[in-house]
Each structure stands twice: as structure tokens, then as C-alpha cells.
């Protein structure tokens, strides 16, 4: 089975920049995608397709995916922005999650 | 509104069976697959299955294989997981997602997902 790997958490100041990775063999050649999850609510879908993004999304969201690992970035974060954060990827029919990031904004 | 709305939660005994729904309103159903994803208790999302939008290819996580099916249907636009020999660490909140791409006839999924609802609940306890 196809293995994605994050770090338990990040932190970050508002208005800083957060930069969220998650690594997988070969990642590069999939696609990656984002979710966000604020505690207690659905995930929400913030970048697919390694870096696009869903209608209603703001600007600060972007993604990347080069060799063996997908970066979320999050530009002038905001406080609203602490959430969990998980990667996807789909290899040969199965689909892979990351382990989750919790971003926190100090 | 566009949405998904799970049913069919509840708490089970150790390999009992359930079945879940996924009631999908405010756009074309058939043009979308559909996939289950589930997060057990304070831990990460789990892919579970999927089944493409024509309903005629499903896929399954190794570990629900032989055990859990789905199926969908058009006229209803409802798509449903049956879950069956249930174990306590099946125990989880099951969202319903949509795929984000859209297409006509029989396609494959793009595999990423772009609407969720709001799970349903599975205790597996005795």
C-alpha cells in the first residue's frame, strides 16, 4: 500500500508563512492534494491537483509537489487557519491519507 | 443547496452489519463518483471505497475488502455502504465525498474529493 508522511505539527505567527510538507515515493508523479479540518467539522478540500484551487478558497492557500514530497503553503496566516491538515494521493486504485498536520497559530 | 447527508449510523455489536447512506441533493449525481472516508476517534482520515459514477467500477481499502460493499443509486441519488462483521476498530465517524471530477458515461474517478458530509457515527461495541 502507498505510505504518505507528515509531521504531527507545525507552528506558526499570524501573518507569517506555514509551510505544511508531506512525503510519499514517487509523489511527485501523483496528484496531491490538501484538506483542512477545523475540530469538530468535515474536511474541506483547500488544493488538488498538486496546486489548484476550489472556488471560495482564499489566495493564500497554494500548493507544490516536486519529487517525493507535496508542500501546503499558507501565506499571511491567520488565526482562522489552525486546523489539521491532511494530504491525499491516489496510487494503482487505492487512495492514500497522510497522517494529518496540526497547524497552530501562536 | 448542494450537499450530502449520511444516514444509517448507530452502535453495533461486534459482527453485526449496518447500512449506510449518503443522500446527495444539488447537482448531477450521475456525473460524479462517489467515495466513503472514514476517522476513527481523535486519529486521521481513512479511505474506505469508492465507486465511479456510472456504478460500474468499485474500489475497496485492503483492510474493508470482502467485508464492506458499496452501490449506488441513480434514481435515488443515494449512494450507500453495507458494512458487515463488524470489528471494534471499525468504530469511526463515516464521511460521504464526492469526487471532484465530473463526467459522462463511465469514467474513472479523478481522486480528489470536493464535497463532504457531515458522517455518520459506527460504534462497534458489545
Known amino acids: 500500500s502507498y505510505e504518505l508522511t507528515q509531521s504531527p505539527s507545525v507552528s506558526v505567527s499570524p501573518g507569517q508563512t506555514a509551510s505544511i510538507a508531506c512525503s510519499g515515493d514517487n509523489l511527485a508523479n501523483k496528484h496531491a492534494c490538501w484538506y483542512q479540518q477545523r475540530p469538530g467539522q468535515s474536511p474541506v478540500l483547500v488544493i488538488y491537483?498538486?496546486?489548484k484551487r476550489p472556488s471560495g478558497i482564499p489566495e493564500r492557500f497554494s500548493g507544490s509537489n516536486s519529487g517525493n514530497t507535496a508542500t501546503l503553503t499558507i501565506s499571511g496566516t491567520q488565526a482562522m487557519d489552525e486546523a489539521d491538515y491532511y494530504c491525499q494521493a491516489w496510487d494503482s486504485t487505492t487512495v492514500a491519507f497522510g497522517g494529518g498536520t496540526k497547524l497552530t497559530v501562536l | 443547496e448542494v450537499q450530502l447527508v449520511e444516514s444509517g449510523g448507530g452502535l453495533v455489536q461486534p459482527g453485526g452489519s449496518l447500512r449506510l447512506s449518503c443522500a446527495a441533493s444539488g447537482f448531477t449525481f450521475s456525473r460524479h463518483a462517489m467515495s466513503w472516508v472514514r476517522q476513527a476517534p481523535g486519529k486521521g482520515l481513512e479511505w474506505v471505497s469508492s465507486?465511479?459514477?456510472?456504478?460500474?467500477?468499485?474500489y475497496y481499502a485492503d483492510l474493508v475488502k470482502g467485508r464492506f460493499t458499496i452501490s449506488r443509486d441513480q434514481f435515488k441519488n443515494t449512494v450507500f455502504l453495507q458494512v458487515n462483521s463488524l470489528r471494534a476498530e471499525d468504530t469511526a465517524v463515516y464521511y460521504c465525498?464526492?469526487?471532484?471530477?465530473?463526467?459522462?458515461?463511465?469514467?474513472?474517478?479523478?481522486?480528489?474529493?470536493?464535497?463532504w458530509g457531515r458522517g455518520a457515527l459506527v460504534t462497534v461495541s458489545s
Open positions: 491537483q498538486d496546486n
Open positions: 465507486i465511479n459514477n456510472s456504478g460500474g467500477k468499485t
Open positions: 465525498a464526492r469526487d471532484g471530477g465530473s463526467c459522462g458515461g463511465d469514467c474513472n474517478p479523478y481522486w480528489y474529493f470536493d464535497l
